[in-house]
């Protein structure tokens, strides 16, 4: 599982590499549409992960439609006033459509509003990292390495002390996720911040002071933590260890994006306003 996990990890930075060090134009297109990948293939596992407790959705038209809308929103598409009425009627008269033709009325309304649920929330989770990436790949790339260290760290110093303690690390929250300990707690806090700092400093991704970062970092973990946690819960309810399979030795898609449901949106917003401060 660890070799696994492994060449996952590599062919992600080899991915992450090609957007960050290839030729302008082609890395922004190439993360913009790695962005719509991403946010179709989340709301398609999510839909999946549904599927377990007989809340059936419309998956694949959401997907399609959600993939391409994050690559317009990124490319902002929305100046076009084709486009911006298209992108908000397609979705009103696909749903109102199979209200209409469907010989279950109780059934269609509760499959098209599991659709808009799915639909929302891979968006706001995946869009918020898409839009600062969009903004500057720099503070992109800052964000997302102080956000999954946190959770490396985590895992590698968690799994490190159960070892050295003979599988007595002391659980943080055993009801949702028994795996998760106190001492890999310490040490993603530790991770997340010295990383941050590195970045920012040594690295100047970002030109925050060393208070600053070490706060970020700080909240970077945090952030990431409850994240996973949110993404354990909505595993457990549908009786699953992992989100999907597509990628080994991580899982799903939502396995790696877990850490983004509240830095994704929150640090959009916050580099946001700090931008036009």
Same mark, same amino acid.
């Given at each position: ?52 407790? !007989? /809340? ?15 690559? $317009? ?77 946190? !959770?490396?760290?985590?895992? $590698?110093?968690? /799994? @490190? ?35 941050? /700092?590195? @970045? ?12 600053? @970062? ?11 933590? @409850?994240? !996973? ?8 309810? $549908? ?10 030795? /991580? ?27």
């Amino acid at each position: 599982m660890f070799k696994y996990r492994i060449i996952s990890f590599i062919v992600l930075l080899g991915v992450l590499a090609l957007i960050f060090f290839g030729p302008e134009p082609y890395n922004t297109a190439l993360f913009r549409g790695l962005a719509g990948v991403v946010v179709g293939l989340m709301i398609f596992e999510l839909g999946q992960m549904l599927e377990r407790l !007989d /809340m059936t959705s419309y998956k694949l038209p959401a997907a399609l439609f959600g993939g391409v809308f994050t690559i $317009c929103m990124l490319y902002q598409f929305w100046w076009n006033p084709l486009i911006f009425a298209v992108a908000f009627a397609l979705p009103v008269l696909f749903c109102g459509g199979a209200l209409l033709v469907s010989d279950n009325f109780a059934l269609t309304l509760k499959k098209v509003v599991i659709t808009v649920g799915i639909f929302m929330i891979s968006i706001v989770t995946a869009g918020g990292a898409a839009m600062i990436g969009n903004a500057n790949l720099s503070l992109f790339a800052f964000f997302v390495l102080g956000t999954k260290s946190g !959770d490396t760290g985590a895992y $590698c110093v968690g /799994m @490190l002390s159960n070892k050295i303690t003979k599988g007595r690390n002391h659980p943080i929250a055993p009801r949702i996720s028994p795996k998760k300990s106190v001492e890999g707690t310490i040490g993603g806090i530790i991770f997340a911040i010295a990383v941050t /700092m590195v @970045l920012g400093y040594y690295g100047r991704l970002v030109s925050f002071s060393p208070a600053v @970062l070490a706060i970020l970092g700080f909240a970077f973990f945090w952030g990431g933590f @409850l994240g !996973d946690l949110t993404e354990s819960v909505m595993k457990r309810g $549908c009786g699953i260890k992992d989100s999907g399979a597509l990628l080994p030795g /991580m899982g799903g898609i939502w396995d790696v994006m877990d850490s983004f449901i509240y830095n994704g949106p929150l640090f959009c917003l916050i580099f946001h306003l700090f931008q036009l401060n």
